[in-house]
């Protein structure tokens, strides 16, 4: 009974996207406006479904990541976020030229090896795997991950790859990934929200995203 009291739910959660989230919570500026004023600390993302779901919060971060989001930050998010982790020092090439971010990507268009996130620059290809309360899925993920963003970058012509691994877990190969926790994506969000318009939807909703997932660890 309780299962299928929920499912409804879960159901129409699953419909929204990050291309049409500020329009989809749109309806929420209100109760936002509101609990600035009282002080109140509601998760709207909780609400929103998205819990402790992978998938779910993979899909904000895309946008929040990706240059052509409608949160109107560009790239900021995402330099933010590389510059925190040392991804320049670490995998040997800036975070510039962004062209695309998108997610639950086929990186080699075979069905196989889904990757949550990938991030492809004028010259680089990054892959982005995402982990909420989880480790990696099989032994040599990311081994495998780093093979197939090399021959991704290798058939767009760029010249560098690399693998970010988001996860409160230890990867079991740190040399070949660049790991990063939750909290260096809130801390990002954070940073990047202070040059922003305080009272815009979209700042809201980024700030109400980093309190979420500081949660995850």
């Not at 990706?66 to 930050?73: K, T, V, Y």
């Not at 889904?114 to 480790?135: H, M, P, Q, S, Y």
Request: aromatic share 6%; hydrophobic share 40%; with cysteine.
């Amino acid at each position: 009974m309780e299962a299928a009291r929920h499912a409804p739910i879960a159901h129409h959660v699953e419909a929204i996207t990050p291309a049409r989230l500020t329009t989809a919570l749109g309806n929420l500026a209100p109760m936002l406006g509101r609990t600035r004023q009282q002080g109140d600390a509601v998760d709207i993302w909780s609400v929103a479904g998205l819990g402790h779901n992978e998938v779910r919060n993979s899909r904000v971060l895309t946008w929040l990541l990706d240059p052509h989001g409608s949160h109107g930050a560009g790239d900021a998010y995402l330099v933010e976020l590389w510059d925190r982790i040392s991804g320049t020092t670490k995998a040997g090439f800036p975070m510039r030229g962004i062209q695309r971010v998108v997610r639950e990507n086929y990186p080699i268009g075979n069905g196989e090896h889904r990757i949550d996130i990938e991030i492809t620059g004028a010259e680089f290809v990054i892959f982005l795997e995402v982990k909420v309360n989880a480790g990696e899925t099989k032994s040599g993920q990311i081994e495998q991950y780093g093979k197939l963003a090399k021959i991704k970058a290798d058939s767009l012509g760029k010249q560098h790859h690399a693998v970010m691994y988001l996860s409160e877990t230890p990867p079991a190969a740190p040399s070949k990934c660049i790991p990063l926790r939750w909290k260096d994506v809130a801390r990002s969000i954070q940073s990047v929200a202070r040059h922003r318009e305080p009272d815009a939807l979209s700042t809201r909703l980024a700030l109400l995203f980093a309190a979420h997932v500081s949660r995850f660890h």
